[in-house]
């Protein structure tokens, strides 16, 4: 398996120019989830799916922000615009719900995102 | 609610030292325990876990174990490596499973 897939890994932008970020979860996952990273605020939840239907995006910071999983296999993270306090990691996760129960979380390798 | 709360960093031990980072939950129901380790530049990869209360989790010489008790899932090391610098998150799934809490992160380094 080739793990959970997100690109582009690096992205250089302007402040105001729209940003969008993909994942592939691995296949048989039924839950997805988006983070973000930064030194000042840690490892932050954004927004997670079910079956590709949004849960809870009480961490969406704000309407710039916007996710989608039209399938199974495949997320996007929007911002539109972008702002220089975006600059951070995202990760995208997924998981399953093992025969002990418990949901094993697998990230990918993250999207470096800096906005000029 | 759910939380965890990890010891600050960091932390710098000499090589072959004995490791402990210590993490606490608050939690309802039955919660599941994990260690996540993040290496310089990569995402986070799952270390160890543990599903009830007294289950020890292990791997790679890293050892937890679930203590109900006092709601601790202590990250234990007999003797690290240089290879083992990295910053290392306790986190917690309910029992429902869909919804992980994640505790700030415990960086380490393992000098020579």
């Known amino acids: 398996d080739a793990g959970v897939i997100q690109s582009p890994r690096h992205e250089v932008t302007e402040m105001g120019q729209e940003v969008t970020l993909r994942c592939k979860p691995i296949?048989?996952?039924?839950?997805l989830f988006w983070y973000r990273q930064t030194m000042m605020r840690g490892l932050e939840l954004l927004i997670y799916f079910n079956n590709n239907v949004p849960i809870d995006d009480s961490g969406m910071p704000e309407d710039r922000f916007s996710a989608k999983m039209p399938n199974a296999s495949f997320s996007t993270l929007k911002i539109q615009p972008s702002e220089p306090r975006d600059s951070a990691v995202y990760f995208c996760?997924?998981?399953?719900?093992?025969?002990?129960?418990?949901?094993?979380?697998?990230f990918g390798a993250g999207s470096r995102l800096t906005v000029l | 609610g759910n939380s965890v709360t990890q010891m600050e960093g960091p932390v710098t031990l000499s090589e072959e030292a004995f490791l402990t980072i210590n993490c606490t939950y608050t939690a309802t129901g039955y919660p599941s325990l994990f260690w996540y380790v993040q290496y310089p530049g990569e995402g986070l990869q799952l270390l160890l876990k543990?599903?009830?209360?007294?289950d020890k989790g292990s791997n790679k010489g890293f050892e937890a174990t679930y203590r109900k008790e006092t709601t601790s899932f202590h990250l234990e090391k007999g003797s690290v490596q240089v290879s083992d610098s990295a910053v290392y998150f306790c986190a917690l799934s309910t029992n429902t499973g869909n919804q992980f809490y994640f505790g700030t992160g415990t960086s380490l380094t393992v000098i020579p």
């Open positions: 296949s048989g996952h039924d839950y």
């Open positions: 996760a997924s998981s399953f719900r093992g025969v002990s129960g418990a949901n094993v979380l697998t």
């Open positions: 543990a599903t009830k209360a007294d």
